[in-house]
């Protein structure tokens, strides 16, 4: 498979859940990216890993929480959300310098 | 600030018209510009890249041109058609850094 592969594609989950969001990328890019994407707002940059380091936290509430185990796969654990956190979640891979991003099909996270 | 505007924020137009999506952008210093297209629910599909140093990039029916002193990129799509009703995103990454700043979108629509 080729590209940036998000699971699961939609979920719904209680403000008490634990739940993750998962990421993987087959094209060899080094960074790694978190995106919300809510109605009528532009895309939100969450999270950046760059060679597996968190390089860029944009004051992200801390019921987000980012994991990259290597530079192919990137999770983001959700717990205790609340209802305006529902909004499409986009992975994007890129290559260090002046490649272009890929992004991923996205997850459609609900919290009721 | 680094910001990217996006005007018109809709557009209807009939099949077969030429088109001009346009892009404004603070700060001139940019690394690259990405045009991406957005069908209703999903993720985004990479359009055209264009580096600092190019003014523009074509791909099939679609032309994106830079104009760094201006803070300004147009994308043109040629002879519209129904298929390509969709939301284009732009998205401007400023000097070597980790981030891509999308502004609001443009939705189209084309009509039979």
């Known amino acids: 498979e080729t590209g940036v592969t998000q699971t699961p594609r939609h979920l719904v989950m209680g403000m008490t859940n634990k739940k993750s969001l998962k990421c993987e990328q087959h094209?060899?890019?080094?960074?790694m990216y978190w995106y919300k994407q809510s109605a009528k707002k532009p895309l939100e940059l969450m999270f950046v890993y760059n060679f597996k380091e968190q390089t860029e936290n944009n004051s992200v509430p801390s019921r987000f929480s980012p994991e990259c185990p290597n530079s192919s796969h990137l999770f983001l654990h959700l717990h205790t959300l609340q209802p305006e956190d529902s909004a499409l979640y986009l992975c994007a891979s890129s290559q260090e310098g002046a490649g272009g991003y890929t992004f991923g099909s996205g997850t459609r996270l609900t919290v009721v | 600030k680094q910001e990217v505007t996006q005007i018109p924020a809709a557009l209807s137009v009939p099949e077969g018209e030429n088109l001009v999506l346009n892009c404004s952008f603070t700060d001139s210093a940019i690394y690259n510009l990405q045009w991406f297209r957005q069908d209703p629910g999903k993720g985004l599909t990479s359009l055209l890249l264009?580096?600092?140093?190019?003014r523009e990039q074509t791909s099939g029916r679609l032309n994106a041109s830079l104009d760094k002193s201006s803070g300004r990129s147009t994308l043109y799509i040629a002879a519209s058609q129904p298929g390509d009703s969709a939301t284009y995103l732009c998205a401007v990454k400023w000097g070597n850094t980790d981030k891509l700043i999308f502004g609001t979108g443009t939705r189209l629509q084309v009509f039979p």
């Open positions: 094209l060899g890019h080094n960074a």
């Open positions: 264009i580096q600092s140093s190019q």
